[in-house]
């Protein structure tokens, strides 16, 4: 499975674990929710708030459940966030800390007001709903309640006594006139009705008007009460609210003498209505006592649903606040966080990034101004990536041409430390590994020739340019002649920055100079010696034939002592010319050294047949050959062939007196990097001194006694010619080994 794709499941893995906690725990707090509204329900564990019905306890319940479930929502999503926040913080999240800063800020200024206005209105709810159901409010009620039965009660005594006068009036006038009477007594207060009972009972007048239909049910009732009480000579009164809220009916009776002599009566039964204003004021204070009574009641369930409610818009506007925080936040934040990520981005190199920042405010302006300045940075990276590829290809440029001079070239910055050295500087200077950059140029020189190319460096800075040819004495006592020229380096203003060194070999130059010179020696002394070698050799034969010889008799006047003197003397000037005609011949050959005739042959096939000549002769010393060069060569073979000669000559004399191993090996091989075929001639002999290894190609220098010191000159010489290099190593475990370059032909 692709590590993409663990990562995509543990990612599934852990929200879907998340999801399930937060189902886990809504759960269970609604549960605990429902358990305690169960018993408060079941046992009234809240004795100080009974309310009156059921939907007062329902609409309780759900403002409970609502605000309950509001709370731990806002708790969730202040602690998720709480929770993810502190996750960032400890991630070390680019912009953490400052929206962890805005977030608490916001948080407070929403929550301070917000929790100051929620205790201010709770205390105002509670104290304008305690004031409502005060003392004074009930004080008002209880007033209006007494004089609205004190003003009933003066409608009735006031009709009663009205009732009275009436009954006086009818009890002093004409039976006959009665009706009459009781008429205009019901015109003219605009009764709704008027009765006259006689003493037995018997109704002398009775008149309803039509409003009299209107008249509640119990009217009746009253009336049978009101004639009862008049006819047993009581006085009755009583108010009875109609059907209307509008109507108050009055009821009054009064007995009525008939008979003054016999002092029997009967009854009068009024009924009137009061003014439907009056009677509405009235209705409405009788009304509003219950219903006062009961809003007192419930003034407690008014305070809990009202801090319900208040609760309620108070989480709301918790939540909304607490969402435009984290919004608001988080809108701040992570224009500052994605430009934090481009400035650590930009840190690490990559100016490809950029913001993403939505909006049209300054941070988004301020987000472009950045995308703009990171294009204008890439592209000046990509020009600049551009002008350091050219100037690097050019650096390499010139430093390949530095370093397939011939010519050694060591740059110094203005302090004197190196800052470049090619090849051939090392090769010349015989420095096995480039020196790090900021290293001293007098660590690389001999003490001898430091001062010597400080004050070079010194004479540069004032006239530019100085030439002078230097003789190193270098590492294992290796000889350098070099031609130094030391170059100011000055940029226009006329500042120094640097020294350039040069240095030319000419060795190889005052070689060929020598081998000329020693040419013209050896002309020179092979001619002048030559010329009397011959007559000295001839006299003294001569000598040697006269006084020794029998031919004059001369041998007869010499005693044996004399002869013998004589024969020794002659002897050894002729073993002496003989070596000074064989010195002779060799400074001839030295001196007229044919040119060499080149052409393409075998390397492998010369070897071959010089080590041919020594098949059988070379007594206890064993030859190894490992011929692997493939190429051929322009070569004189009879030249190179003498060079073999030579230098196995010199190693089988080497060998000559010792003891253990005597081994010659003669390997060639090709190198293609330096187009060159490599003939090594080494052996295990003593080996040659480092101090002898630089003087040992030159004219008339021998390590032997015997020797005449041109055998390796002529060597040297032969393998110039051919436009090669011969160098001597020492041999491993021990001997000495002779190198030959040659270039392959093309």
């Known amino acids: 499975m692709a590590a993409s794709e663990i990562k995509k499941t543990d990612y599934e893995r852990r929200r879907l674990n998340r999801r399930r906690i937060r189902v886990a725990l809504l759960v269970i707090f609604t549960t605990i929710l429902f358990a305690m509204l169960f018993i408060q329900a079941a046992f009234n564990t809240l004795p100080w708030f009974r309310p009156s019905s059921a939907s007062e306890t329902l609409s309780l319940y759900v403002l409970s459940t609502i605000n309950f479930l509001a709370f731990i929502v806002l708790l969730m999503v202040l602690v998720r966030n709480v929770l993810k926040l502190r996750r960032e913080r400890q991630e070390r999240k680019l912009g953490a800390k400052f929206k962890t800063r805005l977030v608490a800020y916001f948080i407070l200024l929403a929550l301070l007001p917000v929790m100051f206005l929620f205790f201010a209105t709770t205390g105002l709810i509670n104290r304008s709903i305690d004031k409502w159901f005060s003392l004074p409010g009930d004080q008002m009620l209880s007033n209006a309640l007494a004089i609205q039965s004190n003003y009933i009660k003066g409608e009735k005594e006031g009709f009663l006594r009205e009732a009275s006068t009436y009954s006086r009036i009818l009890s002093d006038s004409d039976p006959a006139k009665y009706e009459v009477r009781m008429q205009e007594i ?72 008939t008979d003054k002599k016999s002092g029997r009566g009967g009854a009068l039964v009024l009924v009137k209505d009061l003014p439907d204003t009056l009677a509405v004021s009235v209705n409405n204070i009788k009304a509003m006592e219950p219903y006062y009574e009961s809003l007192k009641g419930r003034r407690k369930w008014y305070k809990s649903t009202s801090l319900q409610t208040l609760a309620l818009i108070t989480l709301l506007v918790l939540f909304i606040a607490f969402w435009l925080a984290l919004y608001i936040a988080r809108s701040i934040a992570d224009p500052v966080r994605q430009m934090a990520e481009a400035t650590e981005q930009i840190k690490k190199g990559d100016l490809s990034y950029r913001a993403d920042v939505v909006g049209d405010d300054e941070l988004e302006a301020l987000a472009k101004s950045f995308n703009e300045m990171m294009s204008e940075m890439s592209d000046n990276r990509r020009k600049l990536e551009q002008t350091n590829t050219s100037l690097d290809e050019r650096r390499r440029y010139i430093e390949t041409v530095l370093q397939s001079l011939s010519a050694g070239v060591i740059s110094l910055d203005e302090h004197a430390t190196v800052t470049m050295i090619n090849h051939a500087a090392l090769d010349l200077l015989k420095i096995e590994q480039a020196p790090e950059k900021g290293v001293a140029l007098v660590a690389l020189l001999p003490e001898e020739q430091r001062e010597e190319l400080r004050k070079m460096i010194l004479k540069a800075s004032r006239v530019s340019s100085v030439s002078r040819e230097v003789h190193f004495m270098l590492s294992n006592h290796a000889k350098l002649d070099a031609a130094v020229t030391v170059t100011s380096l000055q940029d226009p203003h006329g500042q120094s920055r640097g020294t350039v060194i040069v240095l030319e070999d000419l060795s190889e130059l005052i070689e060929a100079q020598r081998r000329a010179a020693w040419s013209e020696v050896a002309r020179r002394m092979a001619h002048e010696i030559k010329n009397p070698l011959t007559p000295i050799r001839l006299s003294a034969e001569r000598l040697a034939k006269n006084l020794i010889g029998d031919g004059n008799g001369a041998r007869d006047c010499l005693n044996e002592r004399q002869t013998s003197l004589i024969s020794e003397c002659t002897s050894m000037i002729g073993a002496e010319v003989a070596t000074l005609q064989r010195m002779v011949d060799e400074f001839s050959n030295f001196a007229r050294l044919p040119n060499a005739r080149l052409e393409l042959a075998s390397i492998n096939e010369v070897v071959e047949n010089t080590l041919k000549l020594y098949d059988e002769r070379l007594n206890g010393v064993r030859i190894e050959s490992s011929l692997l060069a493939q190429s051929p060569v322009l070569i004189d073979p009879e030249q190179i062939k003498r060079v073999i000669v030579n230098l196995i000559d010199n190693a089988a004399e080497a060998l000559y007196d010792l003891d253990g191993e005597r081994c010659i090996s003669v390997s060639t091989r090709e190198i293609p990097q330096r187009d060159v075929v490599e003939l090594t001639i080494s052996d295990t002999g003593l080996g040659i001194a480092k101090e002898d290894r630089e003087r040992i190609f030159g004219p008339y220098f021998s390590t032997r006694k015997r020797g005449t010191g041109l055998g390796l000159a002529i060597v040297s010489r032969i393998v110039a010619e051919h436009q090669g290099r011969i160098r001597v190593q020492e041999n491993f475990p021990r001997g000495a080994r002779f190198i030959i370059e040659l270039p392959v032909s093309s």
Do not use: C, H, M
Not at 189 to 196: C, D, G, M, N, V
Not at 216 to 224: A, I, M, Q
Not at 246 to 251: E, L, R
């Open 186 to 257: 019901f015109d003219e207060q605009q009764l709704l009705a008027a009765e006259l009972y006689a003493s037995g009972g018997a109704a002398v007048f009775r008149r309803r008007s039509p409003e009299f239909n209107g008249a509640p049910d119990n009217l009746s009732s009253s009336l049978e009460e009101a004639r009862n009480r008049a006819l047993n000579g009581e006085t009755y009164k009583i108010d009875l609210a109609g059907n209307n809220q509008s109507d108050i009916f009055v009821v009054v009776s009064t007995p009525f003498l």
